[in-house]
């Protein structure tokens, strides 16, 4: 059941990609066809693919994540094939490149690296990079005829969530693919319990209650450019480059919530702090945020990332005139009502097990030609909600998701003295 969209319910004028500016000029350059706007391919230019034939896939981004995912589509998704990969760090791209059995004329690196790979002419591109460059490489992709998957959050700030959402739109015309990796909405157990939800077993929605916890990644002092904070997840500390830990992480619990209400918030407001000893980048790592919808339903999140033992939780409970119920991403969902429940089930490694169902959900999507591409949509407004959310925490003030809209913030990460 689609979700409401507060991108479908408001004319955004977004400005093409021209709000999508950045302070390294050789890693803009080349994207501006991208920057300038979208041309609707033809027809002829979307390949398409029967039974037996493979989808050449090129990946952008092989850290942890990256390579997990690589490895998992090498070994287990045979109806992919791995053609390219790019990484910022050439020794990344040459490793996994070499390990994949990448020709190592198609392992690339550098800034401009995704430019490369999306030039090398591929089917589809895997982006598993730091958000602040999702904007930039989905554009390309798409503007290129690829089909996209992409990690989540979509972006870092609104210009670039809204550019994600036009990306997924045009993808949507242009008869492309665009999946945006969330893996709560794809464990049986959740799907089941949202259904009946939606179809009123707890009755009308009074609040919603969403948490997140899990130790921090390392913030080690700056160096004297952006290369050392582009391992090792280091790049979540830093809200120009990862969003914050809330957009980053606390997103899951927030996504999880927006399914069960099937709508956006319309405002925020809450409080943020930062715990963890010596910190270098600026995300805030202990948050409590209050989300008010249209309907008068309230949602509350609270989320820390301190290195304090607690370790990964991630639920999200509704609770109803007539019942309650939960969908979670490291216990079980469940659903009890007056007039009856749901006994549910543990929700069993969700990390996984949630990329490959998304993975076989994307292969099928391309050989089928579905291009509803929902999770753009969905995607783009979950990462609204966190942005509205963390920029109500750190403000300690209530803001409106018009009010974020119309200020439209750019966030622009540093990325001078980077190799290109």
Wanted: net charge positive.
């Amino acid at each position: 059941m689609a979700r409401g969209s507060f991108l479908t319910r408001r004319k955004i004028k977004t400005k093409g990609h021209a709000m999508l500016k950045i302070n390294r000029r050789s890693f803009i350059a080349g994207s501006a066809s991208a920057a300038a706007g979208f041309a609707i391919l033809e027809p002829r230019i979307v390949r398409g693919f029967d039974a037996n034939s493979r989808i050449e896939v090129g990946c952008v981004g092989l850290g942890g994540r990256g390579s997990l995912i690589a490895r998992m589509i090498a070994e287990n998704h045979k109806g992919y094939q791995i053609v390219s990969v790019a990484d910022y760090f050439p020794e990344v791209a040459q490793n996994a490149g070499n390990r994949l059995k990448v020709d190592p004329k198609r392992q690339f690196s550098g800034l401009n690296g995704y430019k490369k790979l999306i030039d090398s002419k591929v089917d589809a591109v895997f982006l598993e990079t730091p958000p602040c460059f999702f904007p930039y490489h989905a554009s390309a992709a798409v503007e290129a005829g690829c089909h996209v998957y992409m990690a989540k959050p979509v972006a870092c700030d609104v210009p670039g969530t809204l550019a994600i959402a036009q990306a997924g739109k045009r993808a949507t015309i242009s008869e492309l693919v665009f999946l945006v990796d969330f893996q709560v909405p794809t464990d049986p157990f959740n799907i089941e319990t949202a259904k009946r939800v939606h179809e009123g077993m707890i009755g009308e929605m009074g609040m919603i209650s969403s948490i997140y916890t899990d130790e921090s990644f390392a913030d080690p002092p700056k160096t004297r450019n952006a290369e050392s904070r582009l391992r090792r997840l280091i790049w979540v500390n830093d809200i120009d480059l990862g969003g914050s830990y809330l957009v980053n992480a606390g997103i899951h619990a927030i996504d999880a919530g927006l399914w069960l209400a099937k709508a956006p918030p319309v405002g925020a407001m809450g409080a943020s702090r930062v715990v963890r000893a010596n910190p270098s980048g600026d995300s805030r790592d202990a948050y409590s945020v209050t989300f008010t919808f249209a309907d008068g339903l309230i949602m509350n999140h609270r989320g820390e990332h301190i290195r304090n033992t607690h370790g990964f939780l991630c639920n999200t409970t509704a609770y109803g005139r007539h019942g309650c119920a939960e969908v979670s991403y490291t216990e079980k969902a469940w659903l009890r009502g007056n007039k009856g429940g749901y006994k549910g089930g543990e929700v069993k490694n969700l990390y996984a097990s949630g990329i490959s169902r998304n993975l076989e959900k994307f292969e099928k999507n391309i050989r089928g030609a579905v291009y509803e591409n929902e999770t753009a949509r969905s995607g783009a407004d979950s990462t609204l909600a966190t942005i509205l959310g963390r920029e109500a925490a750190i403000r300690r003030t209530h803001i409106t998701m018009k009010q974020l809209i119309a200020e439209n913030k750019r966030i622009e990460p540093d990325l001078s003295g980077l190799k290109t």
